[in-house]
């Protein structure tokens, strides 16, 4: 992997993303009137100046082992452990879940995501994986429908709001 | 005082209340049992089922898993040498070796009553020091409740064991995220991006079950695979025998509820310094140091004390300052802002009855867990036998409907999902999402205090150095801030 100041590159990639996601909150923030902004702002150039003590403190310069040693000494490296297609694939089965919910609503979305969960991310048998799914689906109706009484979300294309 | 104590335990025998205190013990046990779950996720996932209970109900429950939990990280961690909760790891040291030794039932016997006894100590210690508490927050206002936050979060950061920086990230990050929404000083919606949802904010409780449950539930499907790995010949006897180790060595109980009590009151400092601090102590004071590690019995008994005192005194900081003693008492002062309650000073002068309430839940959690997890100690162990690939859509599912159940609101859901998706990055790029919380919390509070301060004040900053509580909170701040700075460097004992 690419090096930066002895560091590789994917280890500063959160204070980075950080950096500029904070920049876009000030340039918003100074179009709110003073008193609106106040707060924000001051709140706004702290994380930025974070974000940068951040930066350095992961170089393998002297300047960056003296911030690492006096500002976060015991942070742990931050290696990837898992692969990025692993990784991706689990975000992705969580946006799926929630655009499922969204779409075809709660009786639908849970038992169609367990089984497509069951069975192609965990690998288990049809016959395991609907079972599963069914019976985690009755379970969940009866808490939430019936001992909550919460109405359950119809989804967008069945008229939920 | 004698009339609120009553009055709490009054709220709490009620047929209703037992009811869900027992149920909340029983899930404490369950989450606690399983590595990786734990009181946060649990506490997380339950939220928003009690939407629709009233708030002693509500609490009763929070308080029966928050006095579950530990029972059930010590099974497994004696058991099977896989700590439930990051705190049993200490128990780990003395009593999986005891396990080997065919000696498991003397050490969940010892566990068992060290848990009872030393959340026992942590509640007495909790009602020595909450009428002090009360009568000590008569002496904020609005400038000293402001400072009071930077302080809780310059605490909180300072004490996620050497990352200060990143603590301090997280915090202002989770401040930049609590200024989302309608700004009820200024009138003005901000950052909002035109979507309607957002006006009122973040959800806190959505977002709590995303950084928390969900977070954890990715990480949990990375890893893969059974969460431990033999759960097979677990030979449980004597446990009578281990109850009544517990009381022969009674100094070491005390010992550790005392650690735990102090510890817990510290905010941010959590249960894993408090159970290895205990397990520490006890080492140095035994006249038999080179014992400990292969089975002696007192490295059983100091840390399971110290971790349920450590439970009940972590009541104080996160009740009287809204600042969180541990990520579990994190994700319940979600649960205290759902029921109406927003932890701070007024808290603990408008919810006494609650407060009370809940302290003799938790209480009662500990010791009925202590028993209860006696009984249920093989089946408890079986669990870590479960596949991760069945668990992880089952909860992931049950906290993506949770978060939708807090308001019947559907944008709960992404809430959730994109919390979840943020609370996994920063366990992958290691920042504590304990800051984050706290300035969930405490942000809105913090923003209006200062407005109300440069009111009071007509803009004058001097106005924090003329107050003596001011004064004092400013120079905890500068002490806070300046200590890495001074400190020498040196290497930190990370925990396992």
Not at chain 2, 126 to 131: C, D, E, G, R, Y
Not at chain 2, 190 to 195: D, L, N, V, Y
């Given at each position: 992997?690419?090096?930066?100041?002895?560091t590789?590159i994917?280890?500063?990639?959160?204070?980075?993303?950080?950096?500029?996601?904070?920049?876009?909150?000030?340039?918003?923030?100074?179009?709110?009137?003073?008193?609106?902004?106040?707060?924000?702002?001051?709140?706004?150039?702290?994380?930025?100046?974070?974000?940068?003590?951040?930066?350095?403190?992961?170089?393998?310069?002297?300047?960056?082992?003296?911030?690492?040693?006096?500002?976060?000494?015991?942070?742990?490296?931050?290696?990837?452990?898992?692969?990025l297609?692993?990784?991706?694939?689990?975000?992705?089965?969580?946006?799926?879940?929630?655009?499922?919910?969204?779409?075809?609503?709660?009786?639908?979305?849970?038992?169609?995501y367990?089984?497509?969960?069951l069975?192609?991310?965990?690998?288990?048998?049809?016959?395991?994986?609907?079972?599963?799914?069914?019976?985690?689906?009755?379970g969940?109706?009866?808490?939430?429908?019936?001992?909550?009484?919460?109405?359950?979300?119809?989804?967008?294309?069945?008229?939920?709001? | 005082m004698?009339?609120?104590?009553?009055s709490?335990?009054?709220?709490?025998?009620?047929v209703?209340?037992?009811?869900f205190?027992?149920?909340?013990?029983?899930?404490?046990?369950?989450?606690?049992?399983?590595?990786?779950?734990?009181?946060?996720?649990?506490?997380?996932?339950?939220?928003?089922?009690?939407?629709?209970?009233?708030?002693?109900?509500?609490?009763?429950?929070?308080?029966?898993?928050?006095?579950?939990?530990p029972?059930?990280?010590?099974?497994?961690?004696?058991?099977?040498?896989?700590?439930?909760?990051?705190?049993?790891?200490?128990?780990?040291?003395?009593?999986h070796?005891?396990?080997?030794?065919?000696k498991?039932?003397l050490?969940?016997?010892?566990?068992?009553?060290a848990?009872?006894?030393?959340?026992?100590?942590?509640?007495?210690?909790?009602?020595?020091?909450?009428?002090?508490?009360?009568?000590?927050?008569?002496?904020?206002?609005?400038p000293?409740?402001?400072?009071?936050?930077?302080?809780?979060?310059?605490?909180?950061?300072?004490?996620s064991?050497?990352?200060?920086?990143?603590?301090?990230?997280a915090?202002?990050?989770?401040l930049?995220?609590?200024?989302?929404?309608?700004?009820?000083?200024?009138g003005?919606?901000?950052?909002?991006?035109?979507?309607?949802?957002l006006?009122?904010?973040?959800?806190l409780?959505?977002?709590?079950?995303?950084?928390?449950?969900?977070?954890?539930?990715?990480?949990?499907?990375?890893?893969?695979?059974?969460?431990a790995?033999?759960a097979?010949?677990?030979?449980?006897t004597?446990?009578?025998?281990?109850?009544?180790?517990?009381?022969?060595?009674?100094?070491?109980?005390?010992?550790?509820?005392?650690?735990?009590?102090?510890?817990?009151?510290?905010?941010?400092?959590?249960?894993?310094?408090?159970?290895?601090?205990?397990?520490?102590?006890?080492?140095?004071?035994?006249?038999?140091?080179?014992?400990?590690?292969?089975?002696?019995?007192?490295g059983?008994?100091?840390?399971?004390?110290?971790?349920?005192?450590?439970?009940?005194?972590c009541?104080?900081?996160?009740?009287?300052?809204?600042?969180?003693?541990?990520?579990?008492?994190?994700?319940?002062?979600?649960?205290?802002?759902?029921?109406?309650?927003?932890?701070?000073?007024?808290?603990?002068?408008?919810?006494?009855?609650?407060?009370?309430?809940?302290?003799?839940?938790?209480?009662?959690?500990?010791?009925?867990?202590?028993?209860?997890?006696?009984?249920?100690?093989?089946?408890?162990?079986?669990?870590?036998?479960?596949?991760?690939?069945?668990?992880?859509?089952?909860?992931?599912?049950?906290?993506?409907?949770?978060?939708?159940a807090?308001?019947?609101?559907?944008?709960n859901?992404?809430?959730?999902?994109?919390?979840?998706?943020?609370?996994?990055?920063?366990?992958?790029?290691?920042y504590?999402?304990?800051?984050?919380?706290?300035?969930?919390?405490?942000?809105?509070?913090?923003?209006?205090?200062?407005?109300q301060?440069?009111?009071?004040?007509?803009?004058?900053?001097?106005i924090?150095?003329?107050?003596?509580?001011?004064?004092?909170?400013?120079?905890g701040?500068?002490l806070?801030?300046a200590?890495?700075l001074?400190?020498?460097?040196?290497?930190?004992?990370?925990?396992?």
């Amino acid at each position: 992997m690419k090096k930066v100041f002895g560091t590789p590159i994917v280890e500063y990639i959160p204070a980075a993303v950080l950096g500029v996601v904070t920049i876009v909150f000030l340039a918003t923030a100074y179009t709110y009137p003073a008193e609106a902004r106040a707060f924000p702002a001051v709140i706004g150039w702290v994380v930025i100046v974070l974000a940068a003590l951040d930066i350095v403190s992961r170089s393998e310069t002297g300047m960056g082992r003296a911030f690492k040693n006096a500002l976060n000494p015991g942070s742990a490296a931050t290696a990837a452990t898992y692969s990025l297609r692993d990784q991706a694939g689990a975000m992705l089965w969580l946006a799926a879940l929630a655009a499922l919910l969204m779409a075809v609503g709660v009786l639908l979305a849970i038992p169609l995501y367990l089984f497509a969960s069951l069975r192609f991310r965990g690998r288990k048998s049809l016959i395991t994986s609907l079972w599963i799914a069914a019976a985690a689906t009755g379970g969940i109706w009866l808490l939430f429908a019936e001992v909550l009484r919460v109405e359950l979300y119809r989804g967008y294309f069945f008229g939920g709001a | 005082m004698l009339h609120l104590w009553l009055s709490g335990f009054q709220t709490l025998f009620q047929v209703r209340q037992l009811l869900f205190l027992g149920l909340g013990m029983l899930m404490g046990l369950f989450f606690g049992a399983i590595p990786g779950l734990g009181g946060a996720t649990a506490l997380a996932l339950l939220t928003p089922l009690t939407y629709g209970l009233d708030p002693f109900t509500a609490l009763a429950l929070a308080g029966g898993v928050m006095g579950g939990v530990p029972m059930g990280g010590s099974i497994t961690a004696i058991l099977l040498n896989a700590p439930g909760t990051a705190p049993s790891a200490a128990t780990c040291l003395d009593g999986h070796p005891l396990a080997q030794q065919g000696k498991a039932g003397l050490a969940l016997g010892a566990a068992a009553s060290a848990n009872a006894i030393g959340g026992i100590i942590g509640t007495i210690s909790v009602l020595a020091i909450l009428p002090v508490a009360k009568d000590l927050v008569l002496l904020f206002g609005p400038p000293e409740l402001f400072l009071l936050a930077v302080l809780g979060l310059i605490i909180v950061s300072t004490a996620s064991r050497g990352k200060m920086l990143r603590g301090l990230i997280a915090g202002g990050l989770g401040l930049m995220i609590a200024f989302i929404g309608y700004n009820d000083i200024t009138g003005v919606l901000r950052f909002t991006t035109g979507i309607q949802y957002l006006w009122d904010g973040v959800h806190l409780v959505p977002a709590l079950i995303g950084l928390f449950a969900v977070a954890e539930m990715i990480q949990l499907s990375l890893k893969g695979g059974p969460i431990a790995r033999d759960a097979g010949a677990v030979k449980i006897t004597s446990m009578a025998s281990g109850l009544l180790e517990t009381f022969r060595h009674w100094p070491t109980v005390i010992r550790g509820s005392l650690v735990g009590t102090v510890v817990g009151a510290i905010p941010g400092v959590g249960g894993t310094v408090a159970s290895f601090l205990s397990y520490s102590m006890t080492v140095r004071a035994s006249k038999n140091p080179e014992s400990f590690g292969k089975g002696n019995i007192q490295g059983v008994i100091a840390p399971e004390a110290a971790i349920n005192a450590k439970d009940c005194s972590c009541l104080i900081p996160t009740l009287a300052f809204g600042i969180p003693g541990g990520a579990e008492m994190a994700v319940f002062l979600g649960l205290l802002v759902l029921h109406g309650m927003q932890p701070g000073p007024l808290m603990l002068i408008d919810h006494q009855v609650e407060i009370y309430g809940l302290i003799w839940a938790l209480t009662g959690s500990c010791v009925l867990a202590s028993f209860i997890g006696l009984l249920l100690a093989r089946p408890l162990a079986r669990l870590t036998l479960l596949d991760s690939q069945i668990l992880v859509p089952i909860v992931t599912a049950v906290a993506l409907l949770g978060s939708y159940a807090v308001d019947r609101t559907i944008g709960n859901v992404v809430v959730t999902a994109v919390f979840g998706i943020l609370g996994y990055f920063m366990i992958r790029f290691d920042y504590p999402r304990i800051t984050m919380v706290v300035a969930l919390v405490l942000g809105s509070a913090a923003e209006r205090n200062f407005h109300q301060t440069s009111m009071m004040s007509d803009g004058n900053l001097s106005i924090y150095l003329h107050r003596n509580v001011c004064l004092v909170l400013l120079i905890g701040i500068a002490l806070l801030l300046a200590a890495p700075l001074v400190r020498r460097p040196q290497k930190l004992e990370t925990a396992p």
